[in-house]
């Protein structure tokens, strides 16, 4: 089945931890997305890529990073210098191009939780 | 700068009610896309619609039905005879399609629908 995927579900992590949120569309799309909710917030951008081996920050990128080495995967790293890293990512792709923009399919998110 | 507010937190209606969602957006561009997503309980995000800045006719489907009004920047959604089924978050999202790929969310309402 065509989608997106993310794993895992649920992860724990102890504070002062990198930690690495993975993401794989088969899709075929050129953009990809990093969102994280926080209750009462909404989505907020972290970081997005428009094309392989290029990415932008988003509205709240401190303390994150990214890689987008190859089309079908765009991981997200958690790093220690991320204040309240406990929150839902969801990661997303779109077709992207700048040409046609259309919308962004979702994967089921991963709830992190560091203690 | 590209901005979207829903205004609505949090509505509760009795089932077979109508009930409308406002989205209220920001933008530069003069061509821009426009969408509503639903957030069930279990997290990943449904896309609903997708409505371009060129085409102002609303749309329905099925029980629901949007209005795209560039005039005050609003493109809101109606569900009419609300079910319980419906209770959710609702996100709209606003990307400008010809500066780049970027998609930006509301904070979401999130709507009770009781039996």
């Known amino acids: 089945d065509g989608g997106i995927t993310q794993s895992p579900k649920y992860l724990f992590r102890k504070e002062g931890q990198n930690v690495t949120l993975s993401c794989e569309q088969n899709l075929n799309h050129d953009a990809m997305y990093w969102y994280r909710q926080d209750p009462g917030q909404g989505l907020r951008l972290i970081y997005y890529?428009?094309?392989?081996?290029?990415?932008q920050k988003g509205d709240i990128a401190e303390g994150y990073s990214v890689s987008r080495e190859k089309k079908e995967s765009f991981p997200l790293t958690v790093t220690s210098a991320q204040k309240n890293p406990t929150a839902f990512y969801l990661c997303?792709?779109?077709?992207?191009?700048?040409?046609?923009?259309?919308?962004?399919?979702f994967g089921q998110g991963t709830r992190l939780t560091v203690v | 700068a590209q901005k979207v507010t829903q205004a609505q937190t949090e509505i509760s209606v009795v089932e077979k009610e109508d009930v409308t969602l406002d989205c209220v957006y920001e933008?530069?561009?003069?061509?821009?896309?426009l969408f509503w997503y639903k957030q069930p309980p279990s997290g990943e995000l449904v896309f609903l619609i997708r409505r371009n800045s060129f085409d102002e006719q609303n749309e329905i489907s099925g029980r629901y039905s949007w209005n795209f009004q560039k005039s005050t920047s609003s493109f809101n959604f109606t569900i009419t005879a609300s079910q319980v089924v419906d209770s959710a978050v609702y996100f709209c999202a606003l990307s400008e399609a010809v500066r780049d790929d970027k998609i930006i969310f509301g904070k979401g309402t999130r709507l009770h629908i009781l039996p």
């Open positions: 890529s428009q094309i392989v081996n290029d990415f």
């Open positions: 997303a792709s779109s077709i992207g191009g700048s040409k046609l923009n259309t919308e962004a399919f």
């Open positions: 933008t530069r561009d003069t061509t821009y896309y």
